[in-house]
């Protein structure tokens, strides 16, 4: 029930902070639409559109601190605070789906409303 | 006596058998003192003087009875030992700052609501250790940024190491004092926190237990003390601010009754920190009756009441005054002027977020979220409207706010709000004398601040520290309305200071219990200027108990019992 209580917690601060997150990670969004453009010279749409979700993801994906207050993985690092590599793997596989099902909503939203 | 020569202003001190009283007076220019108690029974008296080892004695009295009791105290010879009866402010000598805005943000932060540096205090810990004791500090709503509390960490971890401290205070005798006697009632337990005290139409104190949603009566006639429960309200433990880690077995309450002002039909109106309300108590029937100012209003805290009846209290995290009506029983709430974009994210954001954060009960989700760290705000995001007073001259209404160093008039009339900088930080409970002169204590600064209505000029003092590197975190003051003396706490050194405007001199009294930490400041019709001692946690006080505490500085009548 704790562990729980503790998943959750986290799970509504990294909602309530995704706004700062996104803030955080424009550098690699920006990263990710130049290799977007670039890159569909020679690769296919989908494996494209999962790639640049990736470089985005890499912007965004939070570590903690002992406030449990998110800031990328990148931000982290540059402030040379320890991150375990467990960890890191999953928060940036995690931010990775959740971006690319994030893009794909906007996307269709965008299509649909012209 | 040391050896032969008088001590004067040693302090001696009865305790009652049950120790729930204790009765202080100070020993003159020859060393002589007359101690009148109207406890009886095994008493303990004991002389204590600063650099002088505690003497004490156990004597058997009847009701009625003298006693002669002579001490000689021996000189501290041990350095540790002289170190540990030194008070706090000596101790935080040996905390050494890099940074000036690190230190500014622990003197206002981390002696908030306690002492540092007190027995309790300054135990010797690790870096680490010391990092989860400021997390949980700043779960306790100190407000400070990452490097900031980086830097009080190892300041601390460094600082506190278990040496003894050098004694370099100065006291200096001064006969004013002679006369004074100091009467402390105990009240409640060791997780007691009676924030304010007020003394009621009937000369007795009543206090607002802050933890326990108690209102506490002493009847300084008998000494009796007498607990009053507040009604229960469909809040959880700790209130709006329930998904906060208030301090542990202190905060069991949900109301929270932080400051208490009484009106001419007799009522106390008390606020409820933790409720968003207002309460009325009346002494006599001893009913209360709730108000609820909506829960987006956040942390109600000092009370005052103008000549109308009209209720004024400052509503301190969402940067609000508020005005309540108790005829037609209607608030009208006031926001204050924001201080940029972030105290607006404050006034907007944070009772959302305290709403969300009680989803997670006492998990501290707030300090996830906090603009206060992420936007490298610290204390300033939340300007903090604190203390409030009516000016007796012109019933207009004016408040301090602590966290960015402002005054405000609000015209009650028409409620247009103007604002003023102080040139000293950390303007905390303001009150007025009967000229219409403001009096603000400065926090951050241990100064005290005239503000003259008419002109709008300030004036500063600085406080008589015990030695040039020591400083005091003035919480509190009140001006006496018959002789116009200002009456300050100190906080950090066990004194209470009284300025006097005429000659801008201050008349400083030492206080017998360690770690004393004084709020709102009362006078009675018989002299005495009273408060609560209400360190945060109340054990931390020596003796582990909180008290009501009053100083008479012209002494008590009273019979005579013990006398040398």
Same mark, same amino acid.
């Given at each position: 029930?704790?562990?729980?209580? *503790?998943?959750?917690?986290?799970?509504?601060?990294?909602?309530?902070?995704?706004?700062?997150?996104?803030? &955080?990670?424009?550098?690699?969004?920006?990263?990710?639409?130049?290799?977007?453009?670039?890159? =569909?010279?020679?690769?296919?749409?989908?494996?494209?559109?999962?790639?640049?979700?990736?470089?985005?993801?890499?912007?965004?994906?939070?570590?903690?601190?002992?406030?449990?207050? $998110?800031?990328?993985?990148? *931000?982290?690092?540059?402030? +040379?605070?320890?991150?375990?590599?467990?960890?890191?793997?999953?928060?940036?596989?995690?931010?990775?789906?959740?971006?690319? %099902?994030?893009?794909?909503?906007?996307?269709?939203?965008?299509?649909?409303?012209? | 006596?040391?050896?032969?020569?008088?001590? $004067?202003?040693?302090?001696? #001190?009865?305790?009652?058998?049950?120790?729930?009283?204790?009765?202080?007076?100070?020993?003159?220019?020859?060393?002589?003192?007359?101690?009148?108690? +109207?406890?009886?029974?095994?008493?303990?008296?004991?002389?204590?003087?600063?650099?002088?080892?505690?003497?004490?004695?156990?004597?058997?009295?009847?009701?009625?009875?003298?006693?002669?009791?002579?001490?000689?105290?021996?000189?501290?010879?041990?350095?540790?030992?002289?170190?540990?009866?030194?008070?706090?402010?000596?101790?935080? #000598?040996?905390?050494?700052?890099?940074? =000036?805005?690190?230190?500014?943000?622990?003197?206002?932060?981390?002696?908030?609501?306690?002492?540092?540096?007190?027995?309790? #205090?300054?135990?010797?810990?690790?870096?680490?250790?010391?990092?989860?004791?400021?997390?949980?500090?700043?779960?306790?709503?100190?407000?400070?940024?990452?490097?900031?509390?980086?830097?009080?960490?190892?300041?601390?971890?460094?600082?506190?190491?278990?040496?003894?401290?050098?004694?370099?205070?100065?006291?200096?005798?001064?006969?004013?004092?002679?006369?004074?006697?100091?009467?402390?009632?105990?009240?409640?337990?060791?997780?007691?926190?009676?924030?304010?005290?007020? %003394?009621?139409?009937?000369?007795?104190?009543?206090?607002?237990?802050?933890?326990?949603?108690?209102?506490?009566?002493?009847?300084?006639?008998?000494?009796?003390?007498?607990?009053?429960?507040?009604?229960?309200?469909?809040?959880?433990?700790?209130?709006?601010?329930?998904?906060?880690?208030?301090?542990?077995?202190?905060?069991?309450?949900?109301?929270?009754?932080?400051?208490?002002?009484?009106?001419?039909?007799?009522?106390?109106?008390?606020?409820?920190?933790?409720?968003?309300?207002?309460?009325?108590?009346?002494?006599?029937?001893?009913?209360?009756?709730?108000?609820?100012?909506?829960?987006?209003?956040?942390?109600?805290?000092?009370?005052?009441?103008?000549?109308?009846?009209?209720?004024?209290?400052?509503?301190?995290?969402?940067?609000?005054?508020?005005?309540?009506?108790?005829?037609?029983?209607?608030?009208?709430?006031?926001?204050?002027?924001?201080?940029?974009?972030?105290?607006?994210?404050?006034?907007?954001?944070?009772?959302?977020?305290?709403?969300?954060?009680?989803?997670?009960?006492?998990?501290?989700?707030?300090?996830?979220?906090?603009?206060?760290?992420?936007?490298?705000?610290?204390?300033?995001?939340?300007?903090?409207?604190?203390?409030?007073?009516?000016?007796?001259?012109?019933?207009?209404?004016? &408040?301090?706010?602590?966290?960015?160093?402002?005054?405000?008039?609000?015209?009650?009339?028409?409620?247009?709000?103007?604002?003023?900088?102080?040139?000293?930080?950390?303007?905390?409970?303001?009150?007025?004398?009967?000229?219409?002169?403001?009096?603000?204590?400065?926090?951050?600064?241990?100064?005290?601040?005239?503000?003259?209505?008419?002109?709008?000029?300030?004036?500063?003092?600085?406080?008589?520290?015990?030695?040039?590197?020591?400083?005091?975190?003035?919480?509190?003051?009140?001006?006496?309305?018959?002789?116009?003396?200002?009456?300050?706490?100190?906080?950090?050194?066990?004194?209470?200071?009284?300025?006097? $405007?005429?000659?801008?001199?201050?008349?400083?009294?030492?206080? $017998?219990?360690?770690?004393?930490?004084?709020?709102?400041?009362?006078?009675?019709?018989?002299?005495?200027?009273?408060?609560?001692?209400?360190?945060?946690?109340? &054990?931390?006080?020596?003796?582990?108990?909180?008290?009501?505490?009053?100083?008479?500085?012209?002494?008590?009548?009273?019979?005579?019992?013990?006398?040398?």
């Amino acid at each position: 029930m704790d562990s729980l209580q *503790t998943f959750f917690i986290y799970a509504v601060i990294t909602i309530l902070m995704a706004p700062l997150l996104v803030v &955080y990670g424009i550098p690699f969004i920006v990263a990710a639409k130049v290799f977007d453009h670039f890159a =569909q010279l020679w690769m296919k749409d989908s494996t494209r559109f999962i790639a640049s979700c990736g470089i985005a993801s890499l912007g965004i994906a939070p570590a903690y601190d002992m406030y449990r207050a $998110p800031l990328p993985i990148y *931000t982290h690092l540059m402030g +040379d605070d320890s991150v375990g590599t467990g960890f890191m793997l999953a928060s940036f596989l995690v931010t990775w789906l959740i971006v690319v %099902v994030q893009v794909k909503q906007i996307t269709h939203l965008l299509h649909r409303n012209g | 006596m040391d050896q032969g020569k008088p001590l $004067p202003g040693a302090m001696v #001190t009865a305790f009652s058998a049950d120790k729930q009283r204790r009765e202080t007076v100070y020993a003159d220019a020859a060393g002589r003192y007359t101690l009148s108690v +109207d406890f009886a029974g095994k008493l303990t008296v004991r002389a204590r003087a600063p650099y002088f080892k505690d003497a004490s004695t156990e004597m058997d009295l009847p009701l009625i009875a003298n006693r002669t009791q002579a001490f000689v105290l021996q000189q501290h010879s041990v350095a540790a030992e002289l170190s540990e009866s030194l008070p706090a402010s000596a101790h935080l #000598t040996a905390l050494s700052f890099g940074s =000036q805005s690190s230190r500014e943000a622990f003197i206002s932060q981390c002696n908030y609501c306690h002492q540092v540096g007190n027995t309790l #205090t300054r135990t010797p810990r690790t870096e680490s250790a010391w990092r989860d004791t400021v997390l949980r500090m700043e779960g306790y709503f100190a407000m400070l940024t990452n490097k900031e509390a980086s830097d009080i960490t190892q300041v601390l971890s460094k600082g506190f190491d278990g040496q003894p401290v050098q004694a370099v205070q100065k006291l200096e005798w001064d006969a004013r004092i002679a006369p004074a006697k100091i009467k402390e009632w105990v009240a409640g337990d060791a997780m007691t926190f009676i924030h304010d005290a007020d %003394v009621g139409e009937d000369e007795d104190l009543y206090g607002a237990d802050e933890g326990h949603d108690v209102i506490w009566h002493l009847d300084r006639k008998t000494g009796k003390v007498t607990e009053y429960k507040e009604p229960d309200i469909d809040l959880p433990e700790g209130g709006v601010f329930a998904g906060v880690q208030l301090p542990i077995g202190v905060f069991t309450g949900k109301h929270g009754p932080h400051s208490m002002a009484q009106a001419k039909d007799g009522k106390f109106w008390v606020t409820n920190a933790l409720s968003s309300s207002i309460t009325s108590f009346d002494p006599v029937s001893k009913q209360f009756k709730l108000y609820e100012m909506g829960r987006t209003h956040l942390y109600p805290h000092t009370i005052r009441i103008d000549k109308e009846g009209i209720i004024w209290f400052t509503i301190v995290a969402s940067n609000e005054v508020g005005r309540f009506d108790p005829k037609t029983e209607k608030f009208t709430i006031l926001h204050l002027p924001e201080e940029g974009f972030w105290s607006g994210v404050s006034h907007y954001l944070f009772p959302w977020i305290l709403k969300i954060g009680a989803w997670f009960p006492k998990m501290n989700l707030h300090m996830g979220v906090n603009h206060a760290k992420w936007a490298f705000q610290g204390r300033s995001a939340f300007p903090f409207p604190y203390g409030i007073d009516v000016n007796p001259v012109d019933g207009s209404i004016w &408040y301090a706010k602590l966290n960015v160093h402002k005054i405000g008039r609000i015209d009650p009339k028409t409620q247009e709000v103007t604002e003023f900088d102080t040139p000293l930080k950390g303007p905390r409970r303001l009150r007025f004398d009967a000229k219409g002169n403001l009096w603000i204590p400065a926090f951050d600064e241990s100064g005290l601040m005239k503000f003259d209505t008419q002109t709008k000029r300030f004036e500063s003092f600085k406080l008589p520290l015990l030695a040039h590197n020591e400083y005091e975190v003035p919480y509190a003051l009140n001006v006496h309305p018959k002789t116009g003396d200002v009456w300050i706490t100190s906080n950090m050194s066990d004194r209470i200071f009284r300025f006097l $405007p005429e000659t801008k001199q201050f008349v400083t009294y030492a206080l $017998p219990t360690r770690v004393t930490w004084l709020r709102d400041m009362v006078f009675t019709k018989d002299n005495a200027v009273c408060s609560s001692s209400s360190n945060l946690p109340a &054990y931390g006080i020596e003796g582990g108990l909180a008290s009501f505490i009053c100083l008479y500085p012209d002494g008590e009548p009273a019979p005579v019992l013990a006398q040398k």
